[in-house]
């Protein structure tokens, strides 16, 4: 199973960027598809999940109204569209997934991408 994340860059702050993730070698689909980040010398943080079943999503409070988490199960690809970027959403984005029931952690997700960087500027 591998996650590949791409779309970051470097944006202007009030900017948008879509991350996208490929997941290839999946023999079935996983239950809950999500974005972390990790802002240098900081922890990793949840930004948004989303239950392939159904399709309900949550958000974490930081980017709740500005980012908006989706996937297209056909063609196996999670996207993050993000709006009104702040420098403070300046951070390592990365994809994961599990195929868990549940997910209260990242310690649940038991596939992660290699992460894409996203610089936002002032």
């Known amino acids: 199973v591998q996650l590949q994340a791409s779309g970051g860059g470097l944006v202007q702050a009030g900017g948008s960027l879509r991350l996208s993730c490929a997941a290839s070698g999946l023999t079935m689909s996983m239950s809950i598809m999500a974005w972390f980040r990790r802002a240098p010398g900081k922890d990793r943080e949840f930004v948004a999940h989303i239950r392939q079943s159904g399709g309900r999503t949550y958000n974490g409070d930081s980017v709740k109204g500005r980012f908006t988490i989706s996937s297209d199960n056909a063609k196996n690809t999670l996207y993050l569209q993000m709006n009104s970027l702040e420098p403070e959403d300046t951070a390592v984005y990365y994809c994961?997934?599990?195929?868990?029931?549940?997910?209260?952690?990242?310690?649940?997700?038991?596939?992660w991408g290699q992460g894409t960087l996203v610089t936002v500027s002032s």
């Open positions: 994961a997934a599990t195929n868990r029931v549940a997910a209260q952690s990242s310690r649940d997700y038991d596939y």
